[in-house]
Every structure is written in structure tokens, then in C-alpha cells.
């Protein structure tokens, strides 16, 4: 019978896990400092816990952490880590250096149930949801995670359509006896669903991204099926009722398609629609993937578009590209792997 991993546990699991175990209630705290402080892959590396404690919780449990098997590196420093999860399986982690900040951008599940019209990951069909374990795996086992700064949820999957794992995840990297990072160094990215992300902004401290793409409902529906459901009015309504504070953001990401979203009437609604708004917008240049009907606008387009915006007192960002000499589109280097295995 498989172990259960303890990588992902939060503290209060922990808790109920040493109680059942007849262990003392402060063994908790102990092991989430081996798992979160120490990064231990053994539970006999834990040598504060008695020998007979650490044989009682092997016998049923182990530490869970695991590599990655695939390293694209760019040219500009952005390297594209593969972890294998389920059976013959794979998630993407992207880590990003940028000057002072070195970001991670993780997977919340494999494959995806959303269809967006530009996402790769969404090609694959959706195959599961990834426990707390394995997103928190994607930041244990990253080589570079002493210069790590900022987590942001923009990998593989729907964060919000996997809550709980999510939330819990976020718990142990913001936590004491976890990473102990600050909320404001973690985003989560979302195209909507809103009950959940209502949910997401009481429950955490995180900032909050959401996928837009369009102004118009019509237009964003072709491009993103979610709008049948969760209207882009609704998500707006949402945000717009819930109280940020100074220091929480919200921001909202339009990928520029050529000759669909990238033209001044698109960027007159998107002020009509959040110029009263605290956030920002970033346009972000669309990464090619195969047999795609949609292609990326000139850089020119970008810029003309930004200056709309601008103009009319939006906080407006062009989203540097990076990484694409390696397979940049999140999902492509995990379709490639699957298609290998199979």
C-alpha cells in the first residue's frame, strides 16, 4: 500500500496525524519545521523525534518530496522544470529571474477543464487535481529556491477550480512554520469562477490576476467558454464589491491577439470597464501553439494600445516575454513529454 506524504500537510494536520500516531501534540510543529525549515526527504532525518516515533510514522507515512526530470533552460535565464505526477503524467514549473526578483510559476493541476481557444494546457483534457503536496513540491525541489521571491499560480490548470489543495498550499508557504513568505509576494491568476474566487479573497491574503482577453462578453465567450457561466460583469461586480485595502492588488491579464482584441475600440470598453478600478492591466504577447487559429500582435499594436489606456489614467504594463526558445506556452512541454511516453 502506498505511504501518505506528509509534503503539503499543514499544521494542523500534522497535528491529527501525531495524535492518531500516539505521538506528543509539539511532535507537529517539529515535523513541519524537518519538512518546511530543513527540507528533509527522510523521515529519519527528523532527529529530534524519538527513534521509536520516526518507526511508528514510516511504517504509514513518508516525506513525499520528488524532482524534477526535465530542464529547459533560455537564453535569457527562464528555465522550464518537469515533474512527473499520476501515471505517465507531467506538470510544468517556470522559474523566472528578473534583476532583484526571481519568480516561480506553478501548476495547481494536470491538464485543465476550462477549453480556453489559446491555452495548450487546456488540449490535454483535464487528468486531476494536484494534492498541496505537489504544488508545494514545485517550490521544495527547485534548485534555485534560496534566490526565490514571488510565487505566482499561472501554471498549468484552474487554481480556483482546485480551492482547497490551493488554499492549503498557500497556508505553508505563508505561514511561520512553513516558508513564512509574504501573501504579498504570492498571485494567484483566475478567469473567473466566481464563487470560488469570492472565496479566495476572505480566505487568503494573496493578490488576485484574472484572465480578461476581452472586453466584450460575446468575444471573450469565443474565446473562453467560462463566460457562459461566470459572466465578465459578474467577475467585475465581485471585485469591485470587495475591499483590497492599500497594500492587496488586483491586476487583470489581456493576451493581444492580431486583429481580434487588439484594436482602439477594445481599449475604450476596457477603460469604460475598469477605469473607476484600483488595478492594473498587463498585455502580455501571445506564445504560438500549434494548429492555433490565433496569432500575436506586432509589438507596435502593443505599444499603440498601451498608450490608450495610459492616456486615460489606466495603469497599463507590457508583460516582457520570456523563455521563448523553450517551449514558452505553459503546457507544451508536457504535451511533448506525454506524447514521448505514450
Known sequence: MDKIKLLGKTLTELQEIVLELGLPKFNAKQIAQWLYKHNVSDIDEMTNLSKKARERMSEKYEVGAYTHTNVQTSVDGTKKYLFPTMKDQFIESAYIPDRDRATLCVSSQVGCKMGCLFCMTARQGFMGHLTSGDIVNQVRSLPEREKLTNIVYMGMGEPLDNLEEVLKSIEIFTSDYGYAMSPRRITLSTI??????????????????????????????????????????????????????????????????????DS???????????????????????????????????????????????????????????????????????????????
Open 264 to 342: 482602439p475600440r477594445h481599449a475604450r470598453e476596457l477603460i469604460k470597464l475598469l477605469g473607476d478600478m484600483r488595478c492594473r492591466i498587463n498585455l502580455i504577447k501571445f506564445h504560438p501553439i500549434p494548429d492555433s487559429p490565433l496569432k500575436g500582435c506586432s509589438r507596435e499594436k502593443m505599444e499603440a494600445f498601451e498608450n490608450i489606456l495610459k492616456a486615460k489614467g489606466v495603469m497599463t504594463t507590457i508583460r516582457s516575454s520570456r523563455g521563448e526558445d523553450i517551449f514558452a506556452a505553459c503546457g507544451l512541454l508536457s504535451t511533448k513529454e506525454r506524447s514521448k511516453k505514450r
Open 192 to 261: 473567473g469562477l466566481v464563487p470560488a474566487m469570492q472565496e479566495f479573497l476572505d480566505r487568503s491574503e494573496a493578490h488576485l490576476a484574472i484572465s480578461l482577453h476581452s472586453p466584450f462578453e460575446q468575444e471573450r465567450k469565443q474565446l473562453m467558454p467560462i463566460e457562459s457561466v461566470y459572466s465578465l460583469h459578474s467577475v467585475i461586480d465581485t471585485v469591485k464589491k470587495f475591499d483590497f485595502g492599500r497594500q492587496r492588488r488586483v491586476s487583470f491579464e489581456y493576451i493581444m491577439f492580431d486583429g481580434v482584441n
